[in-house]
Structures are given as C-alpha cells and as structure tokens.
C-alpha cells in the first residue's frame, strides 16, 4: 500500500486499499497531528487561483460519459416523488418559527465549532493569532490564562480570549470584527466598566509581534 506525499491512501477507494486505519495510527501523515486543518490555506495550493483553460478542459473530458464514476448509476430520487414542502405541506406551515437567539439558541454558552484549532502549551486555541500572542507572552515571562471566564449579558454571552493578571487586563484577538462581535465589546464595556480590555486587531498584532521580538533580541 502506498502513502502519498499528503498523508492520503493511494488507491483507498479502491477494494485493494482494505482497512488502512492500522497504517493512519502508525503514519506521520499532516492531517492527524494536533491543529492540522485540511481546508487553511497551507493546505490547499490552489486556493485563490485558477487552473487554465485548457486544464479545466482537460478535467472535464476526464469525467465525460463512461468515465464519470456516476455513469449508468440511478440517482436517490430516480423513480419517486419528491415530496411537496411547500404552502401547506410545510412542516412549519402556520407555526411561529422557533426563536433561535440568545439563550434560545443550542450553542448558547457553549465553545463555537472552528476549523482553525491551534494547541499552546496543551491549550486548544481557536486560531494562530492566538496561540501567537500567547507564545510570545510567554517568551516574555508575562502570565497569560485562556478564556479563564465567561459573561452573561441578556441575550448573550461574551468570553474574552486571554487575561493578564499582571495588568488586570481582558485582551481580544479579532483579525476581523462583525456586526456580532462589536455587540458583545459594547455590551462587555457597558455593563463592566472598571475592566480593562484591549482589542489586538491586525494591526496591533503585527506592532505585538514587533515589540516581543525587538525585546527578545535586546535581551
């Protein structure tokens, strides 16, 4: 059985491949280490640009006809009829949609699913950014704790990303700011506003990254 360059099975769509599962656990494939993400940009070289035309040609004819793995397969639905979910045939026909905010919604108060899992010292973090800004602190000899709590607003939540104790300082780590996440900064300084916080937008983190290793360097 051969391994490709990427960590995948050569061949394990095919009935020769077998159960590979004993070779993934004994194999240093990229996409089974710890905040290895197979959609970021790294891992995907042709993301933002465009194959040729005559390539994307060249594809196509590939999967024309009895080459399309799908050839003289019936579809799911071949034979039967679809069901109506329009008008009255609508589950929800007539009914008030459920309310899905706030503490309403099934992720309330729960950790948000992201691709972008970093680990800092045994921490999963939500993006490199983070796991940065607390490398760096580190190096530093700052003491730093990762969403050490959570506050509770009327109809959110807002869980800062690090703590400094040193300084009694909130820090948030927000590359990009929508509509949301400003929601919950002006509520957070509203209802709290002896704390401190500090936002690292992309411009803070680049003169973050500066100082720290100025400093590193001087030391």
């Keep these: ?19 590979h599962l004993g070779v993934l656990e004994n194999h240093p494939a990229p996409y089974i280490k710890k905040g290895y993400n197979p959609k970021s940009a790294q891992n995907r070289p042709w993301l933002g640009k465009q194959r040729s035309k005559k390539t994307r040609d060249k594809i196509s004819n590939k999967l024309m006809g009895e080459n399309n793995p799908n050839y ?25 949609r459920p309310e899905m905010r706030g503490k309403n919604h099934f992720m309330y108060g729960k950790p948000a699913f ?34 050490p709590k959570r506050f509770y607003f009327e109809d959110c939540s807002y869980l800062p990303d690090f ?13 990009w700011m929508n509509d949301e996440a400003k929601k919950r900064i002006e509520l957070f300084r509203q209802h709290y506003p002896k704390e401190n ?9 680049k003169k973050y990254c500066e100082v720290i290793n100025a400093n590193r360097k001087n030391n």
């Design 1 to 19: 059985m051969k391994i490709c360059k990427d960590g995948r099975i050569w061949g394990q769509n095919n009935k020769e491949a077998g159960d």
């Design 72 to 96: 003289g397969k019936k579809g799911y639905w071949a034979g039967k009829k679809r069901p109506e979910f329009t008008g009255k045939n609508h589950p929800l026909y007539g009914k008030k």
């Design 114 to 147: 992201h691709s972008k899992r970093v680990y800092c010292k045994g921490i999963c973090m939500r993006s490199p950014w983070e796991a940065r800004v607390a490398q760096l602190a580190d190096q530093s000899g700052i003491e730093w704790q990762y969403e």
């Design 163 to 175: 703590y400094f104790p040193k300084w009694n300082l909130w820090v948030e780590v927000k590359g």
């Design 197 to 205: 916080l500090l936002i690292i937008d992309s411009f803070l983190y």
